[in-house]
T-cell receptor, first 113, second 115 residues
Framework: GQQLNQSPQSMFIQEGEDVSMNCTSS?????WLWYKQEPGEGPVLLIA?????ELTSNGRLTAQFGITRKDSFLNISASIPSDVGIYFC?????????????FGTGTRLTIIP | DGGITQSPKYLFRKEGQNVTLSCEQN?????MYWYRQDPGQGLRLIYY???????QKGDIAEGYSVSREKKESFPLTVTSAQKNPTAFYLC??????????????FGEGSRLTVL
């Protein structure tokens, strides 16, 4: 299957800092999504992007669909303790059906007191 | 409240035993999915179903079986043929009429440990 390279694998930051993470693919996607997973829970959708170049915000979160359609970025501003978790990118190469959805390996965010 | 319910949350199994993980949704979604999650890896698709009485293999279906007798239910059986069954299993659903949006609604997961 397709491979999604997500970086960094983990981040240790202090409360109030901004966070940036990204995903790159060897092939084109039609949809990019960002999910967050907290310990022992299922992932929850944060942001969905449907158009190359699209920049979308959800509160302190901002994500972009890369112009080449092979990458996406997620930024979190002014991090707070509840931002802790694993962030997954996901890409869909088709416009019909979610069975081809590919997930990145995740970025684990830890906030240092 | 609408959502997806997975049970049990934790399950221990001896080698050679089959186990069935339950997944129920009251979101009226047509499509349902089973994913496997291992540490440091992305979610991998085991099986999916777009409609009642029909399901398709995903990327890692070997050693697993499913059924979709009701729209609300999509149980997963981990058989003794699965060589490395210890993992976190996630069930998800999506409304089919919204096409390939990638917007999946996940359950809380079931952690299976083989002793």
């Amino acid at each position: 299957g397709q491979q999604l390279n997500q970086s960094p694998q983990s981040m240790f930051i202090q409360e109030g800092e901004d966070v940036s993470m990204n995903c790159t693919s060897s092939s084109i996607f039609n949809t990019w999504l960002w999910y967050k997973q907290e310990p022992g829970e299922g992932p929850v959708l944060l942001i969905a992007l449907y158009k190359a170049g699209e920049l979308t915000s959800n509160g302190r979160l901002t994500a972009q669909f890369g112009i080449t359609r092979k990458d996406s970025f997620l930024n979190i501003s002014a991090s707070i303790p509840s931002d802790v978790g694993i962030y997954f990118c996901a890409g869909n190469p088709t416009n019909f059906g979610n069975e081809k959805l590919t997930f990145g390996t995740g970025t684990r965010l830890t906030i240092i007191p | 409240d609408g959502g997806i319910t997975q049970s049990p949350k934790y399950l221990f199994r001896k080698e050679g035993q089959n186990v069935t993980l339950s997944c129920e949704q009251n979101l009226n979604h047509d499509a349902m999915y089973w994913y496997r999650q291992d540490p440091g890896q992305g979610l991998r698709l085991i099986y999916y179903s777009q409609i009642v009485n029909d399901f398709q293999k995903g990327d890692i279906a070997e050693g697993y079986s499913v059924s979709r007798e009701k729209k609300e239910s999509f149980p997963l059986t981990v058989t003794s043929a699965q060589k490395n069954p210890t993992a976190f299993y996630l069930c998800a659903s999506s409304p089919w009429d919204r096409g390939a949006t990638g917007e999946l609604f996940f359950g809380e997961g079931s952690r299976l440990t083989v002793l």
